[in-house]
């Protein structure tokens, strides 16, 4: 399997653009998870889906976050609009049903907003 | 509020040497801790995960310990190699979060030859 695939990988915009994340899990996980990594704050939890559920969003920091899945091989994070406060490495993970507790991590997507 | 807190941020040793990484978390009613290594510029890779029933986890020159009573795990590495280097998360999934998990700050390693 190719693992959780993230894109862009890297991504560099300018304040008030909007952003979008893409990430395509695991085949056959049923859960999927969205993470933020910065050096202020470490890795946090913003969102996680099951069965494309949205399941807990309350690490969501803002009404300019949202995310969607609108499938179960496909998953988007979207800022609109962004600020210099966002950039980040944003993380996709997934699990399965059967092994909830082991997330297997994407390679993240590296965000610059100027 | 529940938290996990790594000690120490950062870390220098010659290769060979055998290391200790710490971790510490707020509440002791926990589904599991998970240890986890990340590369610079690279995803997280899952190394060990330990239940909240159990005390310990090895594999290879790795061994992690959980004490729940005193909110504590540490990370274990033996005869370190410069191919050990990377950050090093210590993450829990705390009772009522189940699937979140909190990670600390992280220990950043750098074996040397």
């Known amino acids: 399997d190719a693992g959780v695939i993230q894109s862009p990988r890297h991504e560099v915009t300018e304040m008030g653009q909007e952003v979008t994340l893409r990430c395509k899990p695991i085949?056959?996980?049923?859960?999927l998870f969205w993470y933020r990594q910065t050096m202020m704050r470490g890795l946090e939890l913003l969102i996680y889906?099951?069965?494309?559920?949205?399941?807990?969003d309350s690490g969501m920091p803002e009404d300019r976050f949202s995310a969607k899945m609108p499938n179960a091989s496909f998953s988007t994070l979207k800022i609109q609009p962004s600020e210099p406060r966002d950039s980040a490495v944003y993380f996709c993970a997934s699990s399965s049903d059967i092994d909830q507790e082991t997330q297997y991590f994407g390679p993240g997507t590296r965000l610059l907003v100027l | 509020k529940q938290e996990v807190t790594q000690i120490p941020a950062a870390l220098s040793v010659p290769e060979g040497e055998n290391l200790v990484l710490n971790c510490s978390f707020t509440?002791?009613?926990?589904?599991?801790l998970q240890w986890f290594r990340q590369d610079p510029g690279k995803g997280l890779t899952s190394l060990l995960l330990i239940q909240s029933s159990q005390r310990e986890q090895t594999s290879g020159r790795l061994n992690a310990s959980l004490d729940k009573s005193s909110g504590r795990s540490t990370l274990y590495i033996a005869a370190s190699q410069p191919g050990d280097s990377a950050t090093y998360l210590c993450a829990v999934m705390f009772s009522g979060g189940y699937n979140k998990l909190i990670f600390g700050a992280g220990t950043r390693l750098a074996v040397h030859p």
């Open positions: 085949s056959g996980h049923d859960y």
């Open positions: 889906f099951n069965n494309n559920v949205p399941i807990d």
């Open positions: 509440d002791s009613a926990i589904y599991n």
